[in-house]
Nanobody, 127 residues
């Protein structure tokens, strides 16, 4: 089965930055995966951050453009998320998701239509 593992979370002060990584394994064609990042803050619904489709089409959440940047490594089995100018409201558990296909990057980001999810990595931003 496809296994998704996040890393890079931690505690930072407001204004700082973080780089989260997501590694996908267990799939014979790991170079061709649709992958995305989501987050869930305490007491709030899950929020889509960004999805990168197999052809590298990328869709960001409307309210998150600018401070969030996604990149995929050459082997296409790792999806990195760089977050700049972190704010306390960015405190959340950040989840990575992957699948062998997406209906579209936009729909996958809005609906979270992934079958494989990581355990999440905590990001805590203090003021």
């Amino acid at each position: 089965p496809l296994v998704v593992v996040e890393s890079g979370g931690g505690s930072v002060q407001a204004g700082g930055s973080l780089r989260l990584s997501c590694a996908a394994s267990g799939y014979s064609d790991a170079k061709n995966l649709c992958m995305g990042w989501f987050r869930q803050a305490p007491g709030k619904a899950r929020e889509g951050i960004v999805v990168m489709d197999i052809d590298d089409t990328t869709e960001y959440g409307d309210s998150l453009k600018g401070r969030f940047t996604v990149s995929r490594n050459p082997a296409k089995n790792t999806l990195n998320l760089t977050i700049l100018s972190l704010q306390p409201e960015d405190t959340a558990v950040y989840y990575c998701a992957a699948d062998t296909s997406c209906p579209s990057a936009k729909w996958a980001m809005q609906l979270g239509t992934f079958n494989f999810w990581g355990q999440g990595t905590q990001v805590t931003v203090s003021s």
